[in-house]
């Protein structure tokens, strides 16, 4: 198994560099053919939506049909799939996608609250979200 980085990722994904787009295309391809698997960490999914948003100024919607792409592709492997999609299903209809990853990543390790002192975060999730 090989993991991407998220300079991979967006590179692929925006074909801003030709050359190393190829090379991660080239690194896909031969994963693909040899029947291996490449792994997309969480944390370099939060950080790929960060430089889409912000740098390519990408929408919710094309950022989330990228990563549900990720996730139905039979070579990439994203640890919590089930906690991504559901962070995906809330980013769609706002939100950041950081902080819905966080939420859901919490909850599945089964933690009680989440402590933060993020106002937005405390609103959105009352009943976990607190700085108490």
Request: hydrophobic share 45%; net charge negative.
């Given at each position: 198994?090989?993991?991407?980085?998220?300079?991979?990722?967006?590179r692929?994904l925006?074909?801003d560099?030709?050359?190393?787009?190829?090379?991660?295309?080239a690194?896909i391809?031969?994963?693909?053919?040899?029947?291996?698997k490449?792994?997309?960490?969480?944390?370099?999914?939060i950080?790929?939506?960060?430089?889409?948003?912000?740098?390519?100024?990408?929408?919710?919607?094309?950022i989330?049909?990228?990563?549900?792409?990720?996730?139905?592709?039979?070579?990439?492997?994203?640890?919590?799939?089930?906690v991504?999609?559901k962070?995906?299903?809330?980013?769609?209809?706002?939100?950041?996608?950081?902080d819905?990853?966080?939420?859901g990543?919490?909850?599945?390790?089964?933690?009680?609250?989440?402590?933060?002192?993020?106002?937005?975060?405390?609103?959105?999730?009352p009943?976990?979200?607190?700085?108490?």
């Amino acid at each position: 198994m090989i993991a991407l980085d998220t300079n991979a990722i967006v590179r692929v994904l925006t074909e801003d560099d030709v050359v190393q787009s190829k090379k991660v295309q080239a690194v896909i391809s031969q994963a693909e053919a040899n029947g291996r698997k490449i792994l997309i960490l969480s944390e370099v999914l939060i950080e790929t939506v960060w430089v889409l948003e912000s740098v390519y100024h990408c929408t919710h919607e094309e950022i989330s049909m990228l990563i549900k792409n990720f996730l139905v592709a039979p070579t990439f492997y994203l640890p919590n799939s089930t906690v991504i999609r559901k962070a995906i299903k809330q980013y769609e209809i706002g939100g950041d996608f950081a902080d819905l990853l966080i939420v859901g990543q919490a909850k599945s390790h089964q933690a009680e609250k989440l402590f933060s002192f993020d106002r937005k975060l405390q609103n959105r999730f009352p009943d976990f979200v607190t700085e108490n």
